[in-house]
């Protein structure tokens, strides 16, 4: 499985981006899809997930701000980002669960900042 995010880059306090990640294989063969985000001298934390139901699960500190979606025919998840906080800075990778097993993407970095 191969899961490449894109859509990071430099954003300014208060604004919007989308983040998408693309998968090598059908996205429903995954018991669950997500995003977790790592910031600078701190532990990977969930930011948002999406099971094979499609019932979604997110991180207190960003419900209401980001929203994570799925689309089957292009076999992506994707992370929309708004009212992003400095706080939201990190590295944000994606995430595709198989049974037990997690695969992981490289990773996108989210710097918010002005």
């Known amino acids: 499985v191969q899961l490449v995010e894109s859509g990071g880059g430099l954003v300014q306090p208060g604004g919007s981006l989308r983040l998408s990640c693309a998968s090598s294989r059908n996205i429903f063969d995954f018991n669950s899809m997500g995003w977790y985000r790592q910031a600078p001298g701190k532990q990977r934390e969930l930011v948002a997930t999406?099971?094979?139901?499609?019932?979604?699960k997110y991180a207190d500190s960003v419900k209401g701000r980001f929203f994570i979606s799925r689309s089957g025919a292009e076999k992506t998840v994707s992370l929309q980002m708004t009212t992003l906080k400095p706080e939201d800075t990190g590295i944000y990778s994606c995430?595709?669960?198989?049974?037990?097993?997690?695969?992981w993407g490289p990773g996108t970095q989210v710097p918010v900042a002005a």
């Open positions: 999406i099971n094979v139901g499609g019932v979604t």
């Open positions: 995430t595709a669960r198989i049974l037990s097993y997690d695969n």
